[in-house]
């Protein structure tokens, strides 16, 4: 079974600039969140979907962050426009309930 | 907002040794998971843990709840050298919002020497 995929797996950013971040959850999850960390920092949550619906977005850092879970399957998190500060690793996870299955994570860097 | 505090921060032991790393926090748990995280990858689950006082054996691995379930251990028997890595808990508390949302600890950095 595959696990859950994230894509792409770096991407290097000019300050100002779109990126798109793309996460394939494991088949048959439902529960689909965002993570990130930032240098030095521990991971912190983003925004949690539970199919295509928001659960909770709480953690999402401000409105240039954007994500999207178009009929339930994969995830786009979009950051629009690019500062220096969203540098970092951004992680998706799955889940049915509790017990997170975690990506490899994209490396983030704005430039 | 619910903080988790994990420790030692950083431990090296030789091979064999015993180790015991920490989870802490002044609020009840849903839910604790135990994640290790290899450089460059994405966490890997190792146990989840919701009842008070449950105690899960992962090979070498014992991993303990809190009667309160307000903390958490990790213990690992006869350390070896594939056990070195960053050893991160992760809560879940119901209070609102995403009952699945986890807050993690800054996480343990097990190095085991040969």
């Known amino acids: 079974e595959a696990g859950v995929t994230q894509f792409p797996s770096h991407s290097v950013i000019e300050k100002g600039q779109t990126v798109t971040l793309r996460c394939d959850p494991i088949?048959?999850?439902?529960?689909l969140y965002w993570y990130r960390r930032v240098m030095g920092k521990e991971i912190k949550f983003l925004l949690h979907f539970v199919k295509e619906s928001k659960q909770d977005e709480s953690g999402m850092p401000n409105n240039r962050f954007l994500a999207e879970r178009t009929g339930g399957t994969y995830s786009t998190l979009k950051v629009q426009p690019a500062e220096l500060e969203d540098s970092g690793v951004y992680f998706c996870?799955?889940?049915?309930?509790?017990?997170?299955?975690f990506g490899q994570g994209t490396r983030l860097t704005v430039v | 907002t619910q903080l988790l505090e994990q420790s030692p921060q950083f431990l090296s032991i030789q091979e064999g040794e015993n180790l015991t790393v920490y989870c802490n926090s002044s609020s009840v748990f849903s839910s604790l998971q135990w994640y290790r995280q290899e450089p460059g990858e994405g966490p890997v689950l190792l146990v989840t843990?919701?009842?008070?006082?449950e105690v899960k054996k992962l090979k070498r691995l014992t991993f303990q709840f809190g009667d309160a379930r307000k903390d958490s251990s990790l213990h690992i028997t006869a350390a070896q050298t594939g056990d070195t890595g960053l050893y991160l808990c992760a809560g879940a508390w119901t209070s609102g919002g995403s009952n699945y949302k986890l807050t993690f600890g800054k996480g343990t950095l097990l190095t085991v020497n040969p």
């Open positions: 843990v919701v009842t008070g006082g």
């Open positions: 996870a799955s889940s049915v309930t509790w017990g997170a299955f």
């Open positions: 088949s048959g999850h439902d529960n």
